[in-house]
């Protein structure tokens, strides 16, 4: 025994110096399963294999943060599946074991991998897709859990996908971009804009506030919204850092810079003289996902952020998971209106010339465990219903592309025509998308009841809380409205009050009609307590909601985001 606690020391100081701290006996259980399966692990294959949906997961290293919590490394990725060591200790509280759970992607990296390798296999076949110039859609989605590394993938992301794209397009009518888009013929512009709060804020023009809106033909708009024109890839990357910046972020308990909103990057690609859409590349960057229990201690601020954020991302899988039969029927609905992202983002499940990429972010923490599973269920149930994979050959111009991104980079769909008829027949969709998502919502928190005993409570609960984060949102932002116009009209009435206060007091007035003065007064603030009313009635009817969300808001702190 003596022997065996001087080799546990000896073993824990290497493992400290090796910058790996934490349980010394479940480190080695880990060092033990990943070196009788090192084997196991497959070559990526690159430019064989191209999908409509395409799922990735990239493991993080771990960081200072987590070696002063004496956290040790959990998570082992080998393509395409990754593991995730739950440590765990027997009936007796003394023996310890490790809980393995596998789950298989398209591509799995783990610390040692690069973003340039995360990108050549998520994201270049996409660029190359939106440069063809049919009109084509591409979606990139960075998801996880909030310090995971998913802001920091997709930035370097982008700044790839700037290089690529002004790239492909100096090759028009090469082998590289053969009767694509081409830098004469084609107009460069980007958008940025973010969701918070169920609000859509411009971050290229000052935060303006954008509405979102569906014709009767069933087209998407963000009114309002901004492009800029870029002719360089400087242009753009100084454009996106600019927006980059100025996104919504918040300290939480699981994040000191968590990012609070959903931020959408917009590359698009048009025609130079008719300005018609040729391709359109959205790289998603999703607000960073927390489970109840890290938000017990927030304030309503961060709930309804926390519940926006999670609604949304379960109604953004539900859209995914219904494209499964989007290619082969259409009876299958796409509940794309349940939240304002899915419904931004509609082109990208609605157009037949669209395709998506989703990478999954993942610490690697043991303390990070029930978040890791959380996210790797949430990337598993879209993968499962994955649409039939299409199948292109690779090209000697994309092994020279990759030749270029190790020189260069370190240094550095149709319109849809799927519509609604009418505003009767938007709003029975709506209700639709609601109730499908309700459903969706109570599923997932039964599947997650049962794989964890420990958080109980009532389904139909938090799909209210949930609907009163809705309307809470909905509330607030006809109250803001209301009392703007409210101002306004009463910057008119008190203008109108001056006029009428000079015709009776000014300088020269000899012969003055007082009756009319007391009868336009009178009327004046008749209307000015009519409108003070209408806010004071808004105002109760907001209070309402606030009230409501901090009662159920008691109830549900416990649960887990999707």
Same mark, same amino acid.
């Given at each position: 025994?003596?022997?065996?606690?001087?080799?546990?020391?000896? =073993?824990?100081?290497?493992?400290?110096?090796?910058?790996?701290?934490?349980?010394?006996?479940?480190?080695?259980?880990?060092?033990?399963?990943?070196?009788?399966?090192?084997?196991?692990?497959?070559? /990526?294959?690159?430019?064989?294999?191209?999908?409509?949906?395409?799922?990735?997961?990239?493991?993080?290293?771990?960081?200072?943060? +987590?070696?002063?919590?004496?956290?040790?490394?959990?998570?082992?990725?080998?393509?395409?599946?990754?593991?995730? *060591?739950?440590?765990?200790?027997?009936?007796?509280? /003394?023996?310890? &074991?490790?809980?393995?759970?596998?789950?298989?992607?398209?591509?799995? #990296?783990?610390?040692?991998?690069?973003?340039?390798?995360?990108?050549?296999?998520?994201?270049?076949?996409?660029?190359? #897709?939106?440069?063809?110039?049919?009109?084509?859609?591409?979606?990139?989605?960075? &998801?996880?859990?909030?310090? !995971?590394?998913?802001?920091?993938?997709?930035?370097?992301?982008?700044?790839?996908?700037?290089?690529?794209? @002004?790239?492909?397009?100096?090759?028009?009518?090469?082998?590289?971009? +053969?009767?694509?888009?081409?830098?004469?013929?084609?107009?460069?512009?980007?958008? @940025? #804009? =973010?969701?918070?709060?169920?609000?859509?804020?411009?971050?290229?023009?000052?935060?303006?506030?954008?509405?979102?809106?569906?014709?009767?033909?069933?087209?998407?708009?963000?009114?309002?919204?901004?492009?800029?024109?870029?002719?360089?890839?400087?242009?753009?990357? +100084?454009?996106?850092?600019?927006?980059?910046?100025?996104?919504?972020?918040?300290?939480?308990?699981?994040?000191?810079?968590?990012?609070?909103?959903?931020?959408?990057?917009?590359?698009?690609?048009?025609?130079?003289?008719? !300005?018609?859409?040729?391709?359109?590349?959205?790289?998603?960057?999703?607000?960073?996902?927390?489970?109840?229990?890290?938000?017990?201690? *927030?304030?309503?601020?961060?709930?309804?952020?926390?519940?926006?954020?999670?609604?949304?991302?379960?109604?953004?899988?539900?859209?995914?998971?219904?494209?499964?039969?989007?290619?082969?029927?259409?009876?299958?609905?796409?509940?794309?209106?349940?939240?304002?992202?899915?419904?931004? %983002?509609?082109?990208?499940?609605?157009?037949?010339?669209?395709?998506?990429?989703?990478?999954?972010?993942?610490?690697?923490?043991?303390?990070?465990?029930?978040?890791?599973?959380?996210?790797?269920? &949430?990337?598993?149930?879209?993968?499962?219903?994955?649409?039939?994979?299409?199948?292109?050959?690779?090209? +000697?111009?994309?092994?020279?592309?990759?030749?270029?991104?190790?020189?260069?980079?370190?240094?550095?769909?149709?319109?849809?025509?799927?519509?609604?008829?009418?505003?009767?027949?938007?709003?029975? *969709?709506?209700?639709?998308?609601?109730?499908?998502?309700?459903? !969706?919502?109570?599923?997932?928190?039964?599947?997650?009841?049962?794989?964890?005993?420990?958080? =109980?409570?009532?389904?139909?609960?938090?799909?209210?809380?949930?609907?009163?984060?809705?309307?809470?949102?909905?509330?607030?932002?006809?109250? %803001?409205?209301?009392?703007?116009?409210?101002?306004?009209?009463?910057?008119?009435?008190?203008?109108?009050?001056?006029?009428?206060?000079?015709?009776?007091?000014?300088?020269?007035?000899?012969?003055?009609?007082?009756?009319?003065?007391?009868?336009?007064?009178?009327?004046?603030?008749?209307?000015?307590? &009519?409108?003070?009313?209408?806010?004071?009635?808004?105002?109760?009817? #907001?209070?309402?909601?606030?009230?409501?969300?901090?009662?159920?808001?008691?109830?549900?702190?416990?649960?887990?985001?999707?």
């Amino acid at each position: 025994m003596q022997e065996r606690k001087l080799q546990r020391a000896s =073993e824990e100081q290497r493992n400290l110096a090796a910058g790996n701290p934490g349980d010394v006996d479940f480190i080695g259980l880990v060092k033990k399963w990943r070196a009788a399966h090192a084997d196991s692990a497959k070559p /990526i294959a690159t430019g064989t294999k191209v999908d409509r949906i395409c799922i990735c997961v990239r493991k993080r290293p771990i960081n200072d943060k +987590e070696r002063k919590k004496r956290d040790h490394d959990s998570i082992t990725c080998l393509h395409p599946n990754v593991w995730v *060591h739950n440590a765990k200790l027997r009936v007796d509280g /003394i023996t310890k &074991y490790l809980d393995h759970n596998s789950f298989g992607f398209d591509c799995a #990296f783990d610390e040692g991998n690069s973003t340039e390798d995360v990108y050549r296999h998520s994201t270049m076949h996409l660029v190359d #897709f939106v440069c063809q110039g049919r009109g084509c859609r591409a979606t990139v989605f960075a &998801y996880g859990q909030t310090g !995971s590394g998913k802001t920091y993938t997709m930035n370097a992301i982008q700044t790839m996908v700037a290089e690529d794209i @002004f790239l492909l397009l100096s090759k028009h009518g090469s082998a590289v971009n +053969e009767g694509g888009c081409s830098i004469e013929d084609t107009t460069v512009t980007v958008a @940025f #804009f =973010e969701l918070y709060g169920g609000r859509v804020q411009d971050l290229l023009n000052n935060r303006h506030r954008l509405k979102v809106l569906e014709d009767g033909k069933g087209e998407v708009v963000v009114s309002g919204l901004e492009e800029f024109e870029v002719n360089d890839p400087k242009q753009l990357l +100084e454009l996106i850092d600019s927006a980059n910046r100025k996104r919504t972020t918040h300290a939480t308990e699981a994040n000191d810079t968590s990012s609070r909103s959903h931020a959408i990057c917009q590359i698009l690609l048009r025609d130079s003289e008719s !300005s018609k859409l040729r391709g359109k590349l959205s790289l998603v960057d999703l607000a960073g996902s927390e489970r109840g229990s890290d938000t017990k201690s *927030h304030n309503r601020q961060r709930r309804t952020e926390s519940s926006e954020i999670n609604t949304s991302l379960l109604a953004l899988k539900e859209c995914i998971r219904a494209l499964d039969c989007g290619g082969r029927s259409a009876v299958r609905h796409v509940p794309y209106r349940a939240s304002k992202l899915t419904l931004i %983002l509609k082109d990208c499940f609605m157009s037949g010339h669209a395709r998506t990429s989703m990478i999954a972010t993942v610490s690697p923490g043991a303390s990070a465990v029930d978040h890791t599973l959380n996210t790797l269920r &949430y990337a598993d149930r879209i993968k499962e219903k994955k649409v039939d994979d299409t199948v292109e050959k690779s090209t +000697e111009s994309s092994t020279a592309r990759k030749t270029r991104q190790n020189q260069q980079i370190q240094s550095s769909s149709a319109e849809a025509n799927e519509g609604l008829d009418s505003d009767h027949q938007n709003q029975i *969709h709506l209700e639709d998308d609601l109730d499908i998502l309700h459903a !969706s919502l109570i599923k997932n928190n039964e599947e997650f009841s049962e794989e964890n005993s420990t958080e =109980e409570s009532n389904a139909d609960e938090v799909a209210q809380f949930h609907r009163t984060v809705k309307s809470l949102f909905e509330e607030e932002e006809a109250l %803001l409205n209301l009392h703007m116009s409210i101002i306004q009209e009463n910057a008119e009435l008190l203008t109108e009050e001056g006029k009428l206060l000079q015709g009776v007091q000014g300088d020269g007035i000899i012969d003055y009609d007082i009756d009319h003065y007391a009868s336009r007064l009178g009327s004046i603030l008749d209307r000015k307590a &009519y409108l003070i009313g209408l806010l004071k009635e808004k105002l109760t009817s #907001f209070h309402s909601q606030l009230e409501r969300e901090e009662e159920l808001s008691k109830k549900v702190v416990s649960l887990p985001t999707y």
